[in-house]
């Protein structure tokens, strides 16, 4: 069984920086799909990031300001998120499958999630 557990979130003014790890337990997830989703009140959860090897791919709207990156030896993943807007904000979750593809849309397996809160 895969365990996801996130750490990193927190309250931040806009334009500022936060850094989210997602550190897995359970097995070695180097071959596995990794992911990032948020979810904003009232909102539906939305992809904001995955990994899959060493390719990545990230939502139009925050490309050029987060950064997906992993490191297999720690099987942590990471999203780098820097010059942050309010609309940024929300409860964001690490995610993880045994498919590897990065285009995929079926997570097998979901964190309890952080939240980030982004003060204008």
């Known amino acids: 069984q895969v365990q996801l557990v996130e750490s990193g979130g927190g309250l931040v003014q806009a334009g500022g920086s936060l850094r989210l790890s997602c550190a897995a337990s359970?097995?070695?997830?180097?071959?596995?799909?990794m992911g990032w989703f948020r979810q904003a009140p009232g909102k539906e959860r939305e992809f904001v990031a995955a990994?899959?090897?060493?390719?990545?791919r990230v939502l139009n709207s925050v490309k050029g300001r987060f950064t997906i990156s992993r490191d297999n030896a720690k099987n942590t993943v990471y999203l780098q998120m820097n010059s942050l807007k309010s609309e940024d904000t929300g409860v964001y979750y690490c995610?993880?499958?045994?498919?590897?593809?990065?285009?995929?849309?079926?997570?097998?397996?979901w964190g309890q999630g952080t939240q980030v809160t982004v003060s204008s």
């Open positions: 995610a993880a499958d045994r498919n590897g593809l990065i285009t995929t849309r079926q997570y097998a397996y």
């Open positions: 990994i899959a090897g060493q390719t990545t």
């Open positions: 359970g097995r070695t997830l180097s071959d596995y799909v």
